[in-house]
Each structure stands twice: as structure tokens, then as C-alpha cells.
């Protein structure tokens, strides 16, 4: 090959090449049949339309479209953003999405509370959002008063095979009142749990909530209030069990607690396979 290179003045790798090839015709150029598929006008629209909802990172949205768009690759989603002008979140999007923030310790909740409608009524939305792993604990109910905050809490603390340090909450009802102590505020102190008030919605948690909050009534059908617990149930195990996250390095918020439990135990009371199956949703 190398007598070949130096008398024809090529590259020895262009003598390998074409000493593998059963002719002398020039292959054509460009991207081989059936190896890369164009986005349809349909899966270009789904993707548009996730993406706006959802304001997730590229990657986070590539792990989670690719179960409906198998053959969506990082670059075509890219480019695909791109000729949407979506393909650059807002500087205040990272901060809401935690860039360059530092992880927070194993055993961080964040807890808020929402509505929704169903056909039968009103009903209250109290979700747990654990800070490492994004785990989601969710409880739903009819009311949303500070019996039902500490209900709440107190269950999840019961239950919960995480060591829960400490719970972040708005310096509002149903978590705190001026003047006394609320329900709330003992379960955390007979549990030993910190309580941090912020004084505003945290721009990184309360945006991964307003997210959750969207997806959730966005996947669900107001029929009725048994229909609705058990969308609800099943759109909660999915986003535990299933949806990879970039912050994760592409592990599913379950999988991330599992591996924290085989390397670090000291930070659960107990193995957290069977609890987190039955504590992710609750229905009072």
C-alpha cells in the first residue's frame, strides 16, 4: 500500500479503501438509504409543542421524545429547535433549570400545593419534589387547609424511606400563620426536620413544579375524581420510573435513588424499593 501511495502521491488509508472495494466506480456521497429518517410535519409539531410546555434542556426533552420518535437523533432535534427559534432557553430559564447550580444533599424536599378540576369537584394537589434525585411524592385530596399540609407531611415522613433533613415551603398558608404555630410547623419539629421558609417561590423549584404542574393536567382527563387519581397515579410512576433526566446523567429519578442507596445506605432508614412503589401517590 505504501508503494501505491508514494507513486500515485495518495493517502495509504485511500489504498485500503479501495482494495476493500469489488469496483472502481465512485460511490455517491451524502448519508446512506434508510439510515437517517426526516422529521414529518406531525413529529416536528410534537416536538415544537413539548418543548414549549415543558422548557426542559435539550437532552431531557431527546430522552423523553425518543419514546414516541424512535429515530430522533440529538442533532435533528437541535436543528429542529433551531428553525423554530426555540433552540436557546432564556438566561433566566437556566437559572430556573439549576445550571451551574450546585446539587443539594440527599433528603431536600420542596412541597407545594395545587388544584385541579375534575368533573366532581375541586381537589388539592400537595406534591414533594425530593431536590437530588427529583423524586415526586404527591397526595391528593379535597381540601387544601394546615391539617391537610401536615397530613401530609406527616404520612410522607412515616413512610418515606428517605432520611428527610430538611423541607422548603412558601411563607404562606397552608404552611405557616402569622402569629402561631401551625400543624405543619409541629410535625416538623416532632420529627426533627428543618423547616426553611423562602420568601418568594424559588426560581429553580418552583419553575420544576410549575413544569410538573402543566404536564400533569395536561395528560389527564377531568371525567372524573377516580379517573382523574388514576391518571394521575400512572403520570406520577412514569415521571419516577421512567423519564431520564440530564441532571441525573440520564438515570430516572428511581434509578438515581438506588444507586445512592447502594453507595451511600446512611442516608435511608431502610431499603427504598418497595416504599417508594406504594408512598409516589396518595389519594385521601
Same mark, same amino acid.
Given at each position: 500500500?505504501?508503494?501505491? +501511495?508514494?507513486?500515485?502521491?495518495?493517502?495509504?488509508?485511500?489504498?485500503?479503501?479501495?482494495?476493500?472495494?469489488?469496483?472502481?466506480?465512485?460511490?455517491?456521497?451524502?448519508?446512506?438509504?434508510?439510515? %437517517?429518517?426526516?422529521?414529518?410535519?406531525?413529529? #416536528?409539531?410534537?416536538? !415544537?409543542?413539548? &418543548?414549549?410546555?415543558?422548557?426542559?434542556? *435539550?437532552?431531557?426533552?431527546?430522552? +423523553?421524545?425518543?419514546?414516541?420518535?424512535?429515530?430522533?437523533? &440529538?442533532?435533528?432535534?437541535?436543528?429542529?429547535? =433551531?428553525? %423554530?427559534?426555540? @433552540? $436557546?432557553?432564556?438566561?433566566?430559564?437556566?437559572?430556573?433549570?439549576?445550571?451551574?447550580? /450546585?446539587?443539594?444533599?440527599?433528603?431536600?424536599?420542596?412541597?407545594?400545593?395545587?388544584?385541579? $378540576?375534575? @368533573?366532581?369537584?375541586?381537589?388539592?394537589?400537595? @406534591?414533594?419534589?425530593?431536590?437530588?434525585?427529583?423524586?415526586?411524592? !404527591?397526595?391528593?385530596?379535597?381540601?387544601?387547609?394546615?391539617?391537610?399540609?401536615?397530613?401530609? *407531611? +406527616?404520612?410522607?415522613? #412515616?413512610?418515606?424511606?428517605?432520611?428527610?433533613?430538611?423541607?422548603?415551603?412558601?411563607?404562606?398558608?397552608?404552611?405557616?400563620?402569622?402569629?402561631?404555630?401551625?400543624?405543619?410547623?409541629? !410535625?416538623?419539629?416532632?420529627?426533627?426536620?428543618?423547616?426553611?421558609?423562602?420568601?418568594?417561590?424559588?426560581?429553580?423549584?418552583?419553575?420544576?413544579?410549575?413544569?410538573?404542574?402543566?404536564? *400533569?393536567?395536561?395528560?389527564?382527563?377531568?371525567?372524573?375524581?377516580?379517573?382523574?387519581?388514576?391518571?394521575?397515579?400512572?403520570?406520577?410512576?412514569?415521571? @419516577?420510573?421512567?423519564?431520564?433526566?440530564?441532571?441525573? $446523567?440520564?438515570?430516572?429519578?428511581? #434509578?438515581?435513588?438506588?444507586?445512592?442507596?447502594?453507595? =451511600?445506605?446512611?442516608?435511608?432508614?431502610?431499603?427504598?424499593?418497595?416504599?417508594?412503589?406504594?408512598? /409516589?401517590?396518595?389519594? !385521601?
Amino acid at each position: 500500500m505504501r508503494i501505491l +501511495a508514494k507513486r500515485y502521491g495518495i493517502n495509504p488509508k485511500t489504498v485500503a479503501k479501495w482494495k476493500k472495494r469489488e469496483s472502481a466506480d465512485d460511490l455517491p456521497h451524502g448519508p446512506k438509504p434508510g439510515r %437517517h429518517r426526516k422529521l414529518t410535519a406531525e413529529e #416536528e409539531g410534537m416536538i !415544537v409543542q413539548f &418543548r414549549e410546555h415543558t422548557l426542559l434542556p *435539550l437532552d431531557d426533552c431527546l430522552y +423523553a421524545l425518543q419514546a414516541h420518535i424512535p429515530h430522533l437523533s &440529538r442533532s435533528s432535534l437541535h436543528r429542529c429547535l =433551531q428553525r %423554530h427559534g426555540i @433552540n $436557546r432557553l432564556a438566561e433566566a430559564s437556566d437559572v430556573r433549570m439549576g445550571v451551574g447550580q /450546585e446539587t443539594p444533599p440527599l433528603g431536600d424536599l420542596h412541597i407545594d400545593t395545587s388544584q385541579v $378540576r375534575s @368533573n366532581d369537584g375541586s381537589h388539592c394537589l400537595f @406534591n414533594a419534589i425530593e431536590q437530588s434525585s427529583k423524586f415526586v411524592f !404527591v397526595q391528593m385530596g379535597t381540601r387544601g387547609k394546615a391539617a391537610d399540609a401536615a397530613g401530609f *407531611l +406527616a404520612a410522607l415522613a #412515616e413512610r418515606s424511606p428517605l432520611r428527610i433533613e430538611r423541607v422548603f415551603t412558601v411563607d404562606a398558608e397552608p404552611f405557616v400563620a402569622k402569629g402561631e404555630e401551625t400543624d405543619f410547623a409541629r !410535625v416538623c419539629r416532632k420529627r426533627g426536620i428543618e423547616h426553611r421558609l423562602t420568601a418568594g417561590p424559588h426560581p429553580w423549584t418552583r419553575a420544576r413544579d410549575m413544569r410538573l404542574g402543566r404536564m *400533569l393536567l395536561e395528560n389527564v382527563t377531568y371525567t372524573s375524581e377516580a379517573y382523574l387519581a388514576r391518571m394521575l397515579r400512572d403520570f406520577v410512576h412514569a415521571y @419516577n420510573f421512567k423519564r431520564r433526566v440530564k441532571a441525573l $446523567r440520564g438515570k430516572t429519578p428511581y #434509578e438515581f435513588l438506588r444507586r445512592t442507596w447502594a453507595e =451511600q445506605p446512611e442516608r435511608f432508614l431502610r431499603d427504598p424499593h418497595h416504599d417508594l412503589l406504594r408512598l /409516589e401517590f396518595m389519594h !385521601v
